[in-house]
């Protein structure tokens, strides 16, 4: 080894090296072979470990950093020009790593080994999801990484992606009227007969129809048809139970449609019905998340309910269990078994006896007829990490409010922030509203009943009506004809 290393150092040319430095290298070899017992072996016998060892033990102790690293790289090179001679076939490395680097490599190997796998199970269950639940790659992506707790990195991707990538249009008019796509029901009235059968006695039977509200103010000047309610073909003793209509969701962002739908709960009933999955509580079994087969003949509309669990600040009850303490101050929708609904704070306001379920989430965006957002960006209207990913993004919204009358409105928009919710809610008359899902593959409401396969009650929305139809991974409110509806097409 000593001989070759003296030797080797004859070949590198002085320029490369310059004089001094050449110098330097052939003393310092010297230096370090005389009598050094590495010096007296074999080339044939030395390995990178037998050179790690001979740096360790002779080289780094008497040098500093700067030299020992000179030093290093000379020996690391004279060996490998020993090895394609052949005259040093155990070293075989073509690049020489001190532990610490051989450790830094290994652990990038490591996570890179870790990220394709990660990568890997991701894109299945994210293609699982496009699959079967009909979501769309982005949603069904966040979905899968946010039940994976990278709940932090989705709310800044989305953030980025909502305020810079593929921010809304601002301007402009819709592409189609607000009407275009509610067909041709015509709007009846039964004022005069309490109906004389109950789908479900627990319910009782279908009162006489409550008084339709006014006809909703824009926020800019309206179109023609903007903010008047357009009947669905949903009758309940020849009374239009369900209405429509649609007005701009603000000033800024005028070519997207916000949807409000009214409920008649004297002539309809609500139900939740638990999903599959959500809401996430030990212990809560039958879980289909179909509505009651012997109601089903029954179910005229579903819409979404709200967040996952650990996302919504508040807790669950459901059959007069509760499965997830319920939070005083939490915005809580409340169903009871005799088809009724409420939409109260917690702790604050009455709650009758009977209740069927109790789901809270966050807190309530519209009290007393007053919008809540005072600011987008608070935790209290939408996932939030530091602000990021919170209220102020554009995205599928959508609420429940109850009226004054008692009347139910359900509110779903495409490019709607907190505040624009808020805002539609109160021009729509609710005096309390409780915040439910967001973004494209959970904000979406159907109409079933007379319509074959189901309606979209925002023809924008990109779910298909089968998502309340065939069993749901996630809550959902059911709609109910109390008494003997219009059928089929």
Known sequence: MGPWFSYWIEYIPEEKLGR??????????????????????????????????????????????????????????ALRAAHRLGGAPLYSASKYLTPSRLIARNLGFSVVAIAVVFAVFIGSMTLDRVVRKKEDF????????????????????????????????VGGVPTSGPNADDGDAVGKLNDLLVAQIANNPAWGVAGLPSTLPKRLESPVSPMPGEGEWKPTKILVNGTTAIWVARIRPD?????????????????????????????EVAGLTDRTGLVPAKLRPFYVAGMNGGFLMRDSQGGYAFEGVEYRKLLKGKASLVTYTNGS???????????????????????LIVDGGVSQVESEDQSKWGWVWQGVGSGKNLVWRSAIGIRKDGTMVYVIGEAMSAKSLGDVLVRAGAQRAILLDMNSAYANGFLYGPYKGGKKLDAASTRSPERFWLPSERDFIAVYSKSPASRPD
């Not at 409920?263 to 809401?279: C, E, I, M, R």
């Open 20 to 77: 001094e430095r050449k110098v330097w290298f052939r003393e310092s070899i010297q230096k370090i072979m005389l009598g050094n017992a590495f010096g007296l072996r074999e080339l044939s016998t030395i390995s990178v470990s037998d050179l790690t060892s001979f740096l360790e033990g002779y080289v780094y102790p008497e040098f500093k950093w700067s030299e020992a690293a000179l030093l290093r790289a000379y020996f690391h090179s």
């Open 341 to 363: 609904f409420d939409v109260v704070e917690w702790g604050r306001d009455r709650v009758g006896s009977g209740v069927q379920s109790v789901r809270q989430n966050m807190e």
């Open 138 to 169: 982005m949603t069904a992506s966040a979905t899968v990484l946010r039940e994976s707790g990278f709940g932090v990195a989705v709310a800044f991707a989305e953030d980025i992606y909502y305020n810079y990538l593929n921010p809304p249009k």
């Open 251 to 279: 000033d800024i962002h005028t070519s997207y449609w916000a949807t409000v739908t009214w409920f008649d709960p004297s002539l309809v009933a609500f139900a939740q019905v638990p999903g599959t999955k959500v809401p």
